[in-house]
């Protein structure tokens, strides 16, 4: 799974990685989340409406990861189960958090542990510069300040975390217009994994 703040380049990574092994990839549902617009407008009053959109959606989509049946092979996924609670913890206040916890407790344990956690890492105006250079409407306005958070709870998160992760500086990587930059990634990947990646393909690549 790969994992980090708005606009590190999650879903461009994950796409890759799904793609050079002929796997299935997961992408967490965004712009379908009919109350983000209004979110950004106003946080107070549409915070919760947001994060349990999200926390059944993901759900969701994660839990059909453990079927078996559905998915023959790898798996990329571009988010973490566990970043709904990092955002739910900087969005709740009060009884709102109180029940989100409550539906968090009773479903996180249900998901399937990945085999390893890529956290994507980049300061600010990075994370600035590429949400930019990717316009969608309703980030046009995203505030330094609570992005400089976001990374800061990512951060203590990753801090602690104990299943297998590796951690690259997304400014250090343009793997999306570099192919010597996507193959370094992989290359730390495989390492942190301690295999390849995936299988070679019946047609002899990668």
């Known amino acids: 799974m790969v994992e980090g703040p708005i606009g590190v380049g999650k879903t461009s990574l994950a796409a890759r990685l799904a793609s050079r092994c002929g796997a299935e990839l997961n992408l967490e549902v965004v712009e379908e989340n009919p109350f983000l617009a209004r979110f950004y407008e106003q946080p107070e009053a549409f915070s919760f ?16 990861l453990a079927q078996p049946g559905l998915f023959s092979g790898h798996v990329v996924s571009d988010y973490l189960f566990d970043k709904d609670f990092i955002f739910a913890a900087m969005n709740l206040r009060d009884a709102e958090f109180a029940l989100y916890e409550d539906l968090y407790a009773h479903l996180s344990p249900r998901l ?3 085999d390893l956690v890529v956290y994507l890492r980049a300061e600010t105006p990075e994370l600035l510069r590429r949400i930019a250079k990717r316009a969608r409407p309703f980030e046009k306005d995203m505030p330094a300040a609570y992005l400089a958070e976001l990374t800061a709870r990512y951060d203590e998160y990753f801090r602690t975390y104990a299943p ?5 500086d997304a400014a250090a990587y343009d793997f999306v217009e570099r192919p010597e930059d996507e193959a370094a990634i992989l290359a730390h990947i495989e390492e942190a994994l301690g295999r390849p990646l995936c299988a070679p393909s019946p047609l002899g690549g990668d």
């Open 112 to 114: 399937p542990t990945p």
């Open 164 to 168: 297998p992760m590796l951690t690259i």
């Open 49 to 64: 409406q947001v994060q349990v959109f999200f926390l059944l959606s993901r759900f969701k989509q994660l839990s059909a």
